[in-house]
């Protein structure tokens, strides 16, 4: 299990990359259309697609940070479907991220055409990892009552919404597209909160079980 300080760490990478996702979204909504609907590098050209997928590429290591935190935090439990779904979720954003530069050779070709092709073969196998992964790992959360409040929420949520919301949304135009994920990046920022919040209350807690050392006493 890592230490507490290296899953706080772990959930700053994820509010950072959660807040940056969504405002990658919002950018792209906001982005002057430079071709006419249709590719699959709309709203941008060709080369503006490629370094926007390579911005993403590098944005998902955030969300991979963010997963392995929750996976090592022991917040999911000891169960072995809780345990096998949350490292499935870091597995499938591993997947994301390969797929963000599969997508780029796709830039000029009709979304329709490239979505039923290997393109979005890579991201239907990533996200479907993720959401099954985090569906199984957030029962575990809710389970072992370790987390509190609406953090312990947010892992089944994550997963949730990429069933019901996510991938219908992708399915439903450029802007809803970009909603959805914008959207998707919240929850994944509130993850990040969430490991904080709850690795700093289990660091306070552990320290004052130490015999002789209350919560207010100075370590000697």
């Known amino acids: 299990m890592m230490s507490r300080q290296a899953i706080h760490r772990l959930g700053s990478v994820g509010v950072a990359a959660g807040a940056l996702g969504a405002l990658s979204a ?8 430079q071709v006419a609907p249709g590719p699959v590098s709309y709203p941008l050209t060709s080369t503006g697609f490629r370094i926007a997928q390579a911005w993403f590429f590098v944005h998902h290591f955030g969300l991979i940070a963010v ?3 929750l996976a090592a935090s022991g917040a999911v439990g000891s169960g072995r479907i809780a345990r096998f779904g949350a490292w499935s979720a870091v597995a499938g954003t591993v997947t994301l991220a390969g797929a963000e530069l599969l997508a780029m050779p796709y830039a000029d070709a009709d979304f329709t055409l490239a ?3 290997p393109m979005g073969a890579a ?5 479907t990892l993720i959401g099954a992964g985090m569906i199984a790992a ?3 959360v809710l389970r072992t009552n370790r987390w509190s409040g609406w953090h312990r929420w947010i892992p089944l949520a994550i997963g949730i919404a990429e ?3 996510l991938t219908p949304g992708i399915l439903a135009g450029f802007v809803a597209t ?3 994920i914008g959207s998707w ?3 994944f920022g509130f993850l990040g909160w969430g490991l904080r919040a709850e690795s700093s209350i289990h660091t306070t807690v552990d320290a004052a079980r130490i015999p002789g050392r209350g919560l207010n006493q100075r370590p000697t």
Request: net charge positive; aromatic share 12%; glycine share 16%.
């Open 26 to 33: 919002a950018v792209l909504l906001m982005w002057p259309a």
């Open 67 to 69: 997963l392995a935190g």
């Open 115 to 117: 979505y039923a092709g």
């Open 123 to 127: 991201y239907g196998i990533a996200t």
């Open 138 to 140: 957030g029962i575990g």
């Open 163 to 165: 069933f019901v919301v």
């Open 178 to 180: 970009r909603l959805v």
């Open 185 to 187: 990046m919240v929850l």
